[in-house]
């Protein structure tokens, strides 16, 4: 089976714009989380999806959003950019919610100008 | 806030050598995973082990749970040039998938 992939795996944006990130799960997958990771706070959640709707949503700011589709492949989205949202941004599935292990994609590195 | 955070933030052994991790949680856990993460990539599972555990073995690597102490050490024994990673717990709870990691340890192993 194809892991989890994510697209694109490198972005540079200035400060102001927004940017989609995607995520595709691994297939059967039904379970999405992201999570920022940066090197002052770590690893931290940001949200996660199942059957195309949020189920649980991570301290961040409503710049932050997300979606999933029909097919599990999801969708987050940060509008506004700011310096402070260059991170390395990652992707994680896993087979149904409540699932002891997740599986984590590549990661999207964005940097904000 | 993050759940777990991992000691020491560094470690640096020469190959061949033990190397030996710690996290310490806040909360209950249902369960604690230990995540390898190479440079600037994905992180991969390593092991998992649930709170009625209290040490598992995979391989090269033994993790301990002591959920009185809310604390875990992953052991990796005979290190190789490979386990140079960053190596992160994380807990979950039976309420969804929502983990919380910790702040990593940076392991650098010399050949």
């Known amino acids: 089976k194809a892991g989890v992939t994510q697209t694109p795996r490198y972005l540079i944006k200035t400060r102001g714009q927004q940017v989609t990130l995607s995520c595709s799960p691994i297939s059967g997958h039904r379970s999405v989380s992201w999570y920022q990771q940066t090197p002052g706070q770590g690893l931290q959640f940001l949200f996660e999806?199942?059957?195309?709707?949020?189920?649980n949503k991570g301290n961040f700011p409503g710049r932050f959003s997300g979606r999933q589709f029909s097919n599990s492949r999801s969708e987050m989205n940060v509008s506004t950019l700011e310096l402070g949202d260059s991170a390395l941004y990652l992707c994680?599935?896993?087979?149904?919610?409540?699932?002891?292990?997740?599986?984590f994609g590549p990661g999207t590195r964005l940097l904000v100008l | 806030s993050q759940q777990g955070e991992e000691d020491p933030q560094a470690l640096s052994i020469q190959e061949g050598e033990n190397a030996t991790m710690n996290c310490s949680y806040k909360?209950?856990?249902?369960?604690l995973q230990w995540y390898r993460q190479n440079s600037g990539r994905g992180l991969v599972h390593l092991i998992l082990?649930?709170?009625?555990?209290r040490e598992k073995h995979s391989g090269r690597l033994r993790v301990t749970l002591d959920t009185s102490k809310k604390s875990s050490s992953l052991l990796i024994t005979a290190s190789r040039a490979a386990d140079t990673a960053s190596y992160f717990c994380a807990t979950g709870s039976n309420t969804g998938n929502q983990f919380y990691f910790g702040t990593g340890t940076s392991l650098t192993v010399i050949p």
């Open positions: 909360t209950s856990i249902n369960n």
């Open positions: 082990i649930r709170s009625n555990e």
């Open positions: 994680a599935s896993s087979l149904v919610r409540g699932a002891e292990t997740q599986y």
């Open positions: 999806y199942f059957s195309e709707t949020q189920r």
